[in-house]
């Protein structure tokens, strides 16, 4: 007879469990630990800053106050890029307190006090200041100062000022206004106070009552107030012509204090002075951020080796000189750098 048949497999080794505690680790040996990965951390850390960074780009550029300021079409085509910077005497922003202390007077002015063409292009960049009691035509309203402009704009249709500016620059130089930066009173002091302050050399001392100004020879570092009342004078013997000469030198020093490493890499003076120009910069409806960028490059350019000037004119900061006003501006429209006879005072 045979033997009942075996069901089932065999055990294998792997089933049979050992009896008994488990195999103690030799002594003086460690578990294995997994080392880092600290390239796929670098790589998670610059994505989540790429995505802060651009966030934040979004968020100025939402911000920024826009206003239309070019014209749907021009009658004036030229090479590189032309921006129009207004420095608006507007007090609306500041309070009774702040314009008894900065002395900027009536909060009813609608002036503007600073008016510059910012040329760019394949050469160094060119910074041209226009005297803001040139005559010029201005369209539907004829022969006045320059800087009334923006004034009877607003008053033809509120938000019109910048439009009307615009047109007169471009009917006066021949030159197409690409950009629009216009920045008032409220948004100068932000920015200067954003920084720390702006280091400047003083080339002679200045005293000001109109202005709140009383300022010593000298480099030193210029705080809001000063440095408001320091572009804002004309109590020097150079009247006109020397405010416009420190309004291009305090621009100047004031785009190397925006653009040096000790601002752009501490974010305790990045976020303000961001967050202050996005309120304070007024620009066209279809300016963004990435243009105020390449603006402020551009500024850089032209204390790095760049040109700067006024209109040349031909009897105090009223008439121009027609010839070397029109040689500077056409010299421009070819994206040329102007020099000689066609720079002004």
Partial sequence: MLPPERTGRPARPSDRRPSGPPPRRPAGTRPPTRRPDWGRRIRTGLVVLLVLVVGFAVYI?????????????????????NYLIVGSDSRADLTPEQRAELATGDPESELTDTIMLLHTGSGP????????D????????????????????ERDA???????LVSTVEGATGLHIDHYVQIGFTGFVNVVDAVGGVD???????TDPKAALDIEA??????????????????????????????????????????SPTT??????IVPLATGLSSAITVD???????????????????????????????????WDRDRASALFQTLADDGVPSGTQLGP
Wanted: glycine share 12%; hydrophobic share 40%.
């Fill in 61 to 81: 550029d939402v911000s920024l106050d826009r206003v239309a300021a070019l014209p749907d079409e021009s009658a004036n085509s030229t090479s590189g890029t």
């Fill in 125 to 132: 960049s060119t910074l041209v200041s226009i005297p803001r």
């Fill in 134 to 153: 040139s005559l010029v035509e201005i369209p539907g309203h004829g022969r006045h100062k320059i800087n009334s402009a923006y004034g009877r704009g």
């Fill in 158 to 164: 509120p938000g019109s000022g910048p439009g009307l």
């Fill in 200 to 206: 400047l050399c003083v080339p002679e001392a200045i």
């Fill in 218 to 259: 000298g480099c030193q570092t210029l705080d809001q107030a000063t440095a408001l009342g320091y572009v804002r004078t004309r109590a020097t013997a150079s009247s006109d012509f020397g405010r416009v000469e420190r309004q291009r030198a305090f621009i100047a020093a004031l785009l190397q204090k925006v653009t």
């Fill in 264 to 269: 752009l890499l501490n974010p305790f003076r």
């Fill in 285 to 319: 409806e279809g300016d963004h951020v990435w243009n105020l960028a390449f603006f402020g490059l551009a500024m850089r350019g032209v204390s790095d080796g760049g040109v700067t000037t006024t209109v040349p004119v031909r009897d105090g900061a009223v008439n």
